[in-house]
């Protein structure tokens, strides 16, 4: 039985989930965790403590230190939280076996550099997309084709009840579940509705998710004119009910998004729901073009796909009962346990090394920010830094992806919340004008 030691940022949403249902779960292991954060939300930690798993919420260098050296294996779950680089700087120097689990693609922002895995006896992608990330070499991606396995970040999907009646009850509902910022949702996403609804106004967009980070969603559609067509409803408490009321499940994500087991595609599926995706790196790896969900190629095939749906139940039916029988074969929890216990096993028999992160990091946290761009990215900043003619730097800065304004998910104003002293990350913040993250709960 391994010891096995789980070290986070926090414990919300998806991670939250992919942990302590593998925690909870495994017979084989014994599991223990550290948060680097206070929890805004505790149900995942709580279900973990009461199944006598240790769970420690920013615990103190030295107790940090005393858990890493009981540990027979280290991993690390990272999507490039702020937090967790300044934990990395000063990461204790005692013999461990790392694995990296990493819950993002990678080949955007926040990109992965090949550098940093290299300090990993083993990592987990969470999609076959990491295995092609273009900022690397050709002798690197091969390397991590050795180095990495395919480990998703899902949870049980078990529970969830799969759609019976496909008949419509007088409209359509196309329904999404999860973030509604920009850096999420194709930033086209409101003008696709408007387009969709031209041409059948029986349709109605149901959005679930935070109702804050969904203002722009609001705002757009009532210059539009069709606020009355898409309802923003918040938080839903039972996910299983709340699919159940869709009829397609449309999720036009943002070319540059950092997704990549998506957990609200899989209980999609998991309910029965014929899914409408955009054709990008992770998605492509998700369905099977109509077979079990559509795979769209711009946002005009996104919204034919959606009026093709909404014209015809038998389709409806045909796809989301297949989904709901594919979910279950592709993304098998007791499978994705195996493959965790197979790699776990491996590293056991890999020899214990100290291990220092600032050389590849970098010590202080402007260079954490910027070990998180890829190359363009890199020239992007340092081009916005530099410029001096006003025009030039208006007409660069009106070109930045979303990611990097948004309150939380790594971005600019996420640095500058967790780390106000830096002169160099609170600069850039000012050259954006924007706002300092007030959630650092991504």
């Known amino acids: 039985m391994a010891k096995i030691l789980h070290i986070s940022a926090h414990m919300g949403g998806g991670v939250g989930k992919v942990i302590s249902d593998l925690a909870t779960d495994d017979t084989k292991n014994n599991h223990s965790i550290i948060i680097l954060e206070k929890p805004k939300k505790t149900h995942f930690m709580e279900k973990c403590i009461k199944s006598g798993i240790d769970v420690k919420v920013a615990p103190l260098q030295e107790e940090t230190e005393n858990f890493l050296c009981f540990a027979d294996i280290v991993i690390l779950h990272w999507w490039n939280h702020p937090l967790m680089y300044e934990f990395l700087s000063v990461f204790p120097t005692c013999n461990v076996r790392l694995i990296l689990w990493c819950h993002i693609s990678g080949c955007t922002y926040p990109f992965l550099p090949y550098n940093f895995l290299k300090k990993f006896h083993k990592v987990f992608f969470t999609s076959q997309c990491s295995y092609h990330n ?10 991590m084709q050795k180095k990495a396995t395919l480990v998703y970040g899902l949870g049980k999907l078990e529970h969830m009840q799969p759609k019976k009646n496909y008949s419509a009850k007088g409209e359509i509902i196309v329904g999404y579940l999860g973030t509604l910022t920009k850096s999420k949702l194709h930033p086209q996403f409101v003008n696709a509705c408007y387009n969709i609804l031209q041409q059948n106004s029986q349709i109605k967009f149901v959005l679930v998710g935070d109702k804050k980070t969904g203002q722009w969603i609001e705002d757009e559609s009532r210059k539009l004119g069709i606020a009355e067509r898409i309802e923003l409803k918040g938080y839903c408490q039972n996910v299983n009910e709340c699919l159940l009321e869709f009829d397609i499940f449309g999720y036009p994500l943002n070319p540059y998004h950092f997704g990549t087991t998506e957990n609200s595609i899989l209980e999609a599926m998991s309910a ?17 073009n109509d077979i079990d969900g559509l795979l769209s190629d711009d946002l005009t095939q996104y919204e ?32 994705n346990r195996q493959q965790f216990n197979d790699v776990v096993e491996q590293v056991l028999h890999m020899r214990a090394t100290p291990v220092c992160f600032s050389n590849a990091i970098g010590s202080v946290a402007f260079d954490w920010f910027m070990h998180g761009l890829n190359e363009d990215d890199k020239t992007y900043f340092e081009h916005i830094m530099c410029e001096t003619d006003e025009s030039k730097k208006t007409d660069a800065i009106n070109k930045c992806p979303d990611i990097f304004l ?8 996420h640095f500058v919340f967790c780390y106000p002293k830096d002169k160099k990350l609170v600069s850039l913040k000012n050259i954006f004008s924007i706002g300092t993250a007030h959630d650092k709960t991504i």
Do not use: C
């Open 406 to 413: 948004e309150k939380t998910k790594s971005s600019i104003p």
């Open 272 to 288: 029965g729901l014929p899914v409408i995706l955009m054709n990008q790196r992770t998605e492509q790896y998700i369905i099977d």
């Open 304 to 335: 034919k796909n959606i009026l093709f749906l909404s014209k015809s139940e038998n389709d409806r039916k045909r796809i989301g009962k297949q989904a709901a029988q594919n979910v279950h074969i592709k993304f098998d929890f007791s499978k």
């Open 134 to 143: 273009k900022y690397w070499s050709h002798a690197q991606r091969e390397e």
